[in-house]
């Protein structure tokens, strides 16, 4: 197990679907699988906006202490004096609400992706966590994985040179055949309300990658705003079907291709056999790494003039837990990083700044402006409501 000595992180899940589910796997995973014995982290409270019973169930699913507290509220849950940072497992449509509720309650968040769905709710959050003094981040898992600091040390280290073009694609063939994809209109991933789309459900990953090679390793001075361009294909609902953005960095003459869509697949068989999901090209070479781009488990670094031999394959398998059932999906990296922060008094990621999740926003809303994809008010405003129907579970 992890050391005695190890900083200890007790969590609070708010929300009981599926990916709080998986993050919470993860949380009580043995520290030591993955090689971390200077952090540890226990559940020890969950809320449903719904009832209390929910979330009795959610904590018996993943196994949870029988000391962990089950509540029927969000309010309840950010009021847990235990509690040192919450976990936001809403829809992307509820995370403004949900995680300013949170905030307010002078807790630290820890958010899943996508941040918000309007820029200016992302700028609010970070404004909120800033002048409550609490630590707050975006939860992109994929930016902690130990493949992803690899492939920004290789960037770095001139291993491919100047790197010029990201072209990164993540996309689920779900076309029916009949005009629709196979999703039923009520869906999170096409309904409005909760803020359905490709883009914001998918593509944030896409251009995760794009930011991570082309941003996130400039120096400050020439971390700039990039141009965008973007086409918007529109689904029957309103929401975003099939999605492509061009990110220019003029300082850095560099550009990002961001690909995402319901209709057609990144990886057709399964196997990768489409190539590499993100390539990162070079003045002198070029890293591939294949799909999905939400967890990648293999890279390639391929030299310019390369006669084959060049080609540098580097396998990075999600290490398992044996007495957990073989649970761990790759969620516990971004958790060991908010512990490490809370340990050192940090209050944002340097590996996901607040600046560059802003940054990330705001192009996902320029493309979904020039796409003319508007979300309703109740999920778009800026102005926090403790009592919104986001927070309260009543309409």
């Not at 958010?111 to 959050?125: F, G, Y």
Request: charged content about 25%; hydrophobic content about 40%; proline content about 5%.
């Amino acid at each position: 197990m992890a050391s005695s000595t190890a900083y200890t992180v007790r969590w609070g899940i708010m929300a009981t679907g599926w990916i709080a589910e998986v993050f919470t796997k993860d949380l009580l995973t043995n520290p030591a699988v993955r090689g971390v014995q200077d952090v540890r982290h226990e559940v020890v409270a969950a809320a449903s906006s719904s009832s209390k019973d929910r979330a009795a169930d959610f904590l018996g699913k993943v196994k949870a202490p029988s000391s962990a507290k089950a509540y029927g509220s969000y309010h309840e849950l950010v009021a847990d004096p235990d509690v040192d940072i919450v976990y936001v497992a809403t829809p992307h449509s509820h995370h403004f609400q949900n995680a300013m509720l949170a905030l307010e309650a002078g807790k630290n968040v820890l958010c899943e992706k996508a941040l918000t769905v309007t820029a200016s709710q992302a700028r609010k959050l970070v404004e909120t966590a800033r002048s409550k003094g609490v630590f707050f981040m975006e939860a992109v898992w994929t930016r902690y994985f130990p493949l992803s600091i690899q492939v920004r040390n290789l960037i770095s280290s001139g291993a491919i040179g100047t790197v010029y073009r990201t072209i990164a694609d993540l996309s689920l063939g779900r076309d029916s055949g009949d005009g629709k994809v196979d999703f039923a209109d009520s869906h999170r991933m096409v309904n409005p309300d909760l803020a359905g789309g490709a883009l914001l459900d998918l593509g944030i990953y896409a251009l995760t990658w794009v930011f991570q090679t082309l941003y996130h390793v400039q120096p400050e001075e020439q971390k700039e705003k990039p141009k965008v361009v973007a086409a918007v294909n529109k689904y029957h609902t309103g929401a975003d079907e099939t999605t492509s953005i061009i990110v220019q960095f003029p300082q850095h003459k560099s550009h990002g291709i961001a690909l995402t869509s319901l209709r057609v697949a990144s990886d057709p068989d399964g196997k990768n056999s489409g190539g590499a999901a993100i390539r990162i090209q070079g003045s002198t070479g070029e890293i591939q790494v294949m799909g999905p781009a939400y967890c990648p488990l293999q890279y390639r670094v391929i030299k310019k003039g390369g006669d084959g031999g060049e080609v540098q394959v580097v396998d990075c398998p999600i290490p398992k837990d044996a007495e957990r059932d073989g649970w761990g999906q790759g969620m516990f990296w971004e958790a060991d990083e908010c512990a490490r922060c809370l340990r050192d008094g940090r209050k944002e990621s340097a590996t996901l700044p607040w600046s560059e999740s802003i940054a990330i926003m705001e192009v996902m809303e320029e493309a979904l402006r020039q796409g003319d994809v508007v979300y309703p008010d109740v999920i778009s405003t800026d102005v926090y409501d403790p009592q919104s129907p986001l927070n309260t579970g009543k309409r």
